[in-house]
């Protein structure tokens, strides 16, 4: 039985440039070739169970050739896999996906195209350049600027090239580009014709240069301006003057890495990624079941005889009923208890599994949240509190100061998930990282573990955001000195406190 092949556009780099339909295929992929330019972000989407072969040029590493890329396509789908190649852009724009989609005709394997976004035109798109406009341009020209248009047998006729009065979009130019803008001069373009190039577009290391077809070259050749890049011809460029946008966003640039579990990340990554930075995701924590069987059955089994049940986080709520439900127990058995929920999105998880919360504390502190219950919670009160085993204690104890029966029972655990210390360290030394994300103590501690103390020096020049008070005092005690620290001890706040900064 033959598998089948999606041929993917995954878009110029902006991983949310992906199709629905592209995502898909990367969801259901049983293997994935992927190349340089892809944003790995997206293979975040792949299954478990997936083969994810890299198979763009790296330094010191083989690279394969198109042939051995097609090849190994085909030789998987033979298998019966269902493959994802993922191309930057579109397949079938300077991808060679026609290349591959050939082999795979003669060899009667099924295949679909599934386009992408060029970076043809969203990577200008994303700097402000539309490549038509009325009155200005009313064409655009895709050309490849790989071949040096010095070389006798050259296939673009620069001549007729030369002719066309709307928009020049050249990929993989950067290395031509004097001989491209000389060859256009010579056979009549103006030669102060605007020309913009940029580089990385759509990233947040996207960068944009501007000249004329006369000077360009030069500015090109003085910053070293490197590929991936693509050179615009034409005066739709002039736009960009009013139009650019993305790298107006407030965040745009900042490379800000995120420490929470892999699960939680995503909504402090999305909101980063929303303001124009970057959010580099390096989990410190993972959130697993607790082994503590025999204090979480004892505390289910009676579970009618509390009178508050008071939840520190969203993890606590959603192993609880986990629990409850692999357990055998009915959430009705709940009706009569108190529902006490720490912060904002510890109430939304319960309110989404259609809870009235009774009490949510105006602050998130254990401190305060004890003065807030005193008169609330009387002698005698059983309470159960479901929380991760590395929970500090001054809760309970204070609770237990107030006369109430406290149960603490560890509903779930944090441990290290596996690492790769220098996979951390690089990031720190190849300047990918202006600031660092810590959203709870132990995400904290388990950083300085991972990093290891000494290399703590390799965070001198790099912003740390704290959430609150108590994770701010970890990474003191750390020596990591925080230099932002949440007003509001949520996500959001933490935000907030991040744009403040910048
Ligand atoms: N199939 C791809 C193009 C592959 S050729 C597409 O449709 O976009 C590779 C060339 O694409 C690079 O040399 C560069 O010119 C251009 N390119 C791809 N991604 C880019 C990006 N994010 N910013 C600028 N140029 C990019």
Redesign the pocket.
Known sequence: MGGKVYLV?AG??DYRLITLKGLKCIKRADVILYDR?INPKLLKYAKDTAEIIYVGKAPNAHSYSQEEISQLILEKALKGNVVTRL?????????RGGEEALLLRENDVKFEIVP?????IS?PAYAGIPVTHRNISSSFHIIT?HEDPLKEDSSLNFESLAKLRGTLI?????KNIKNICNSLIKYGQESNRPVAV??????AE?EMLKGTLETIAKKVEEVNFK????IIVGEVTSLADTLSWFDKKPLFSRRILVTRTRTQASKLSERIEDLGGEAVEFPTIKIIESDDHGNIDEAMAQIEKYQWIIFTSVNGVKFFFHRMKKAGFDIRLLKDAKLCAIGPATAKELESRGFIVDYIPREYRAEAIIEELRGKVRPGDNILLPRADIARRILEDELAKLGANVDNIHIYKTIIPDYEREKLINLFKDRKIDMITFTSSSTVSNFYKILGEKNLHLLKDIRIAVIGPITAQTAKDLGMVPDIEAKEYTIDGLVDAILEYY
């Open positions: 556009g110029p780099g330019l191309k930057g852009g579109d397949p079938f724009v300077f991808g992408g976004i060029t970076s043809a990577v600027g050249f990929l993989m130019g950067i940029i580089r990385r577009g759509t990233t996207q590929n991936p890049a693509i």
